[in-house]
């Protein structure tokens, strides 16, 4: 009986032990600072090209919409779609009938109002004749006062007859005119050499002039030899783009060519798009010339450009994940200021810091940034050659890491994804 209390005891004994060294061993562990896994760079002189990048669609420079001006229904249709055009060629005609009808009606009008007015000269001639006779018979008072005035009177409604028929003749010709200028509007010829893109109408279809709303759009003449990329660029980004910025163009259809380009137009209107409501997109319309390309590009293929709109080289570059944002980092005791900005509640404006290696520590150092491109980031104050930066992870950068952490570098898992992509 003695000897199982004893070892009741001495199990008690180990075990009321191991359960202090536990306890000693966590306490001991959770007192050692975190050591965090990074990724690293060498600081370095690079050449920086800052980029807008927009997407669109390729359209080419010069195309003409055929309307026609006159309605009626389209009798012939010579072309189709890819077909090349020259100036003068017909692509379209309306049937002419009811405007040759027209021009008749009004050539009769005009050769009537011709007439009305050679017989307002004749009735001119003979009353200036009898005004003349009467004049001479009233100086030798052969006539009375009012024989003359009446005689008078004859001979200026004979002269404004002969307005009336000049001025009525005039009329017919303008609606003669006309008529025959909507008789030759029946047939649409090519203005301007090109390749027809798209064609919307039909043979005996009715088209719609230009006359009545906005008329019917029959086809479309476009010069394929000079093509342009559209695309929509985000209104802050929009006032970096100026007129003759290099662009490079990358379009759906061709992944392996990259097209380069100039911009030769920015609009002033903006194109608004959710007006009223939280997805509201604000961007203005800009062109890209399309330079010395030697494969076939058609109008609406989907392309990206990128727009180079500064250039600055031989600057203090650093990849683009090192630059995050911190509090106030120049003082490191503890403040009531310091305190306030980790819980939130400070309104200074934080700082972009970057993490610089000092041994198996970092620093959290403050810098002010220059232009950006698609990988580096300038560094204007703050960095010098040769430091040594973090780049990674993202969430090291961004949430792990503090001004003296404790950082163990591996940059082979960096390698690895570089190789990877």
């Known amino acids: 009986m003695a000897l199982k209390k004893s070892r009741r005891k001495l199990i008690i004994l180990l075990l009321g032990g191991l359960f202090l060294i536990l306890v000693v061993a966590l306490i001991l562990g959770s007192s050692r600072e975190n050591v965090i896994t990074v990724q690293t760079e ?4 690079r050449e920086i090209i800052q980029l807008v990048t927009a997407s669109g669609r ?11 001006e006159v309605s009626g229904e389209i009798v012939e249709l010579p072309v189709r779609e890819g077909q090349q055009v020259n100036p003068g060629n017909l692509v379209v005609r309306i049937r002419p009938d009811s405007y040759i009808a027209a021009r008749n009606r009004v ?10 007015l050679r017989r307002a000269e004749a009735n001119l ?17 052969l006539v009375s006062e009012s024989e003359l005035l009446t005689a008078r009177t004859n001979y200026t409604m004979a002269m404004a007859g002969r307005d009336a028929a000049t001025h009525q003749i005039a009329q017919a010709r303008a609606t003669l005119e006309e008529a025959n200028e909507n008789l030759q509007r029946t047939s649409i010829y090519a203005p301007m050499a090109g390749t027809v893109t ?11 002039g230009t006359g009545l709303m906005g008329g019917t759009e029959i086809m479309i003449i476009s010069d394929l ?19 003759g910025d290099t662009a490079r163009v990358e379009v759906d259809a061709y992944p392996d060519r990259i097209f380069d380009g100039v911009v030769t137009e920015i609009a002033h209107a903006a194109k608004t798009r959710g007006i009223g409501t939280q997805e509201a997109v604000v961007n203005f319309e800009v062109k890209i010339r399309i330079i010395d390309t030697d494969v076939m590009l058609r109008p609406g ?19 683009i994940q090192s ?11 503890e403040t009531e200021q310091a305190t306030e900005q980790r819980r939130g509640r400070s309104r200074q404006q934080p700082n972009e810091i970057v993490f610089v290696v000092d041994g198996d520590k970092v620093k959290a150092v403050p810098v002010k940034r220059g232009i950006m491109g698609d990988r580096y980031v300038e560094i204007t104050e703050g960095l010098d050659e040769d430091m040594e930066v973090v780049t990674g992870s993202f969430r090291a950068i961004n949430r792990d890491l503090e001004d003296g952490a404790l950082i163990k570098v591996d940059n082979q898992e960096r390698r690895g994804i570089a190789q990877s992509n």
């Open 42 to 45: 060498k600081v370095e002189r």
């Open 58 to 68: 390729i359209h080419p420079e010069i195309e003409v919409k055929i309307s026609p």
């Open 107 to 116: 050539q009769a009008a005009y050769e009537g109002a011709q007439a009305e």
């Open 125 to 141: 001639e003979r009353v200036l004749l009898e005004h003349n006779r009467m004049q001479e018979l009233y100086s030798k008072q």
């Open 198 to 208: 798209v064609v919307n109408s039909e043979l005996g279809e009715r088209v719609v």
């Open 225 to 243: 030899s000079r093509m342009e990329a559209r695309v929509d660029v985000d209104e802050n980004d929009v006032v970096q783009v100026s007129i």
């Open 301 to 319: 293929m989907s392309m990206i450009a990128d727009i180079e709109t500064n250039i600055r080289p031989d600057v203090i570059a650093v990849p």
């Open 323 to 333: 630059v995050t944002v911190r509090a106030d980092t120049s003082n490191n005791q």
